[in-house]
C-alpha cells in the first residue's frame, strides 16, 4: 500500500513557475513509477509526466514536454513536477500516481498506477 500526498499547487500568472512535491510512505518508494496526471473541469483525467523506477527515464505530454520537469529523491521518498512558463490551459488539479512495486504495464496513462492522491489544484489565471 502507497500513500500519497500532494503540494505545491497554488494561483500563478501565465509565465510564472511552480513547483509540486508529492511526498509516499507506505512501500519502497524507489520500485515505483512515478506519474504526474491533470484534470481539469469537465474534463478527463490526463497524462501529464512520469518517471520509470529504475531507469530514471522521463516521460511527458506534449502539451508540457520542454516546460515541465519531473524528477524524484529516492532518500526523501519524494517526486516533483517543475513547471515553467505556466499557461491557462495548464489549470487543474494535479495528482500524483505510483505504480505497483517494480512498475506497471505503461507510463503514460491511468492503467499504469495502482495508487493516487488527493491532488492540489494549480490555477493560471491573470
Known amino acids: 500500500q502507497v500513500k500519497l500526498k500532494e503540494s505545491g499547487g497554488g494561483l500563478v500568472q501565465p509565465g510564472d513557475s511552480l513547483r509540486l512535491s508529492c511526498t509516499a510512505s507506505?512501500?519502497?518508494?524507489?520500485?515505483?513509477?512515478m506519474g504526474w496526471f491533470r484534470q481539469a473541469p469537465g474534463m478527463e483525467r490526463e497524462f501529464v509526466a512520469a518517471?520509470?523506477?529504475?531507469?530514471?527515464?522521463?516521460y511527458y505530454a506534449d502539451s508540457v514536454r520542454g516546460r515541465f520537469t519531473i524528477s524524484r529523491d529516492n532518500a526523501k521518498n519524494t517526486v516533483y513536477l517543475q513547471m515553467h512558463n505556466l499557461e491557462p490551459d495548464d489549470t487543474a488539479v494535479y495528482f500524483c500516481?505510483?505504480?505497483?512495486?517494480?512498475?506497471?504495464?505503461?507510463?503514460?496513462?491511468?492503467?499504469?498506477?495502482?495508487?493516487w492522491g488527493q491532488g492540489t489544484q494549480v490555477t493560471v489565471s491573470a
Open positions: 518517471i520509470h523506477w529504475m531507469t530514471s527515464n522521463t
Open positions: 507506505g512501500s519502497a518508494f524507489s520500485r515505483h513509477n
Open positions: 500516481s505510483a505504480s505497483n512495486a517494480h512498475g506497471g504495464p505503461t507510463l503514460t496513462t491511468l492503467e499504469g498506477y495502482s495508487y
